[in-house]
């Protein structure tokens, strides 16, 4: 895969962009209609971001006695799907999580084998954009290993998460919750399939049987209940277009923290 010359690629695109945003700031800052220009030009942000904080740095890690005695669950508490009560109900020995798209191998991993996989544990602050945060500790299976395991195809560019809930309960499939991220965050260390929460199998309002940890990121980007991941080169053909739940109602697509 040639995943590490576009990330190298991407690093050095970010680099420039980073120092001729800041070079080029002092004369924009006194332009109202150019900042607010920049503001919402969400590539240019990600890019800053980028040139500025390289994104394979590790978000900071707490200690045991940080994490919150009651994390809060957010959005989706117990979800209501048919296909997704009967797993519950027989405790989750049927889940499947599906690896297809733009993989060279389609996976079908039974929780056992996810829990086989290389993993990692890290106690982190989880953001929501609401305005609060809680500390939890998380252990799943490195994303990297579960790519690797399916084998990502030349022309993947997006990883995308489709979740066992609706948030909105539409008719058709337009309330159910997705989220997509880029390689770089695919690959970064911390980015974990979290099978455990605080040292126990993950309780079903946090997102049980398996949720994205993507610890450089907002709590909306941090997928729950993930029945299938999907590697795919265009996010314009999910949900809205806009690469998630959230983002197809307004949200950015990279909520960098
Ligand atoms: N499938 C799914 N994932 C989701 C959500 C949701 O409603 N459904 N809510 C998101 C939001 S906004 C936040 S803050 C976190 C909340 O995670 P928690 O319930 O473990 O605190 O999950 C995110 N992932
Ligand atoms: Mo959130």
Redesign the pocket.
Request: glycine share 10%; with cysteine; aromatic share 18%.
């Given at each position: 895969m040639s995943g590490i010359d576009r990330r190298g690629w991407l690093r050095g695109a970010a680099a420039s962009a980073g120092g001729l945003m800041l070079s080029a700031c002092d004369r924009l800052t006194q332009s109202q209609g150019v900042q607010r220009t920049l503001a919402g030009a969400e590539g240019l942000t990600k890019l800053v971001q980028r040139g500025l904080f390289p994104r394979t740095a590790l978000a900071p890690e707490f200690g045991p006695e940080d994490i919150s005695p009651d994390?809060?669950?957010?959005?989706?508490?117990n979800?209501q799907d048919p296909g997704y009560v009967a797993l519950r109900d027989s405790g989750f020995a049927g889940y499947r999580l599906v690896v297809d798209g733009l993989v060279e191998r389609p996976l079908a991993l039974s929780l056992p084998e996810l829990r086989a996989l290389p993993g990692r544990s890290q106690i982190t602050r989880?953001?929501?954009?609401?305005g609060w945060s809680?500390i939890?500790k998380w252990t799943g299976a490195r994303l990297s290993a579960v790519l690797q395991a399916a084998g990502l195809r030349d022309e993947a560019r997006f990883i995308v998460f489709h979740?066992?809930?609706k948030?909105e309960p539409t008719p058709d499939e337009s309330g159910r919750?997705?989220?997509s991220i880029d390689l770089e965050d695919a690959f970064h260390e911390q980015t974990i399939l979290a099978y455990d929460?605080n040292g126990a199998p993950l309780p079903v309002?946090?997102?049980a049987p398996v949720?994205?940890r993507v610890e450089r990121q907002?709590?909306?980007?941090?997928?729950?209940?993930?029945m299938r991941i999907e590697a795919v080169d265009s996010l314009a053909r999910l949900g809205r277009g806009k690469g998630g739940?959230?983002e197809d109602r307004g949200y950015e697509w990279y909520a960098g923290i």
């Open positions: 994390f809060r669950a957010n959005g989706t508490r979800p989880h953001d929501c954009v609401e809680s939890g979740c066992a809930d948030l919750y997705y989220e929460m309002p946090h997102g949720r994205l907002l709590g909306y980007k941090h997928a729950k209940y993930v739940y959230w």
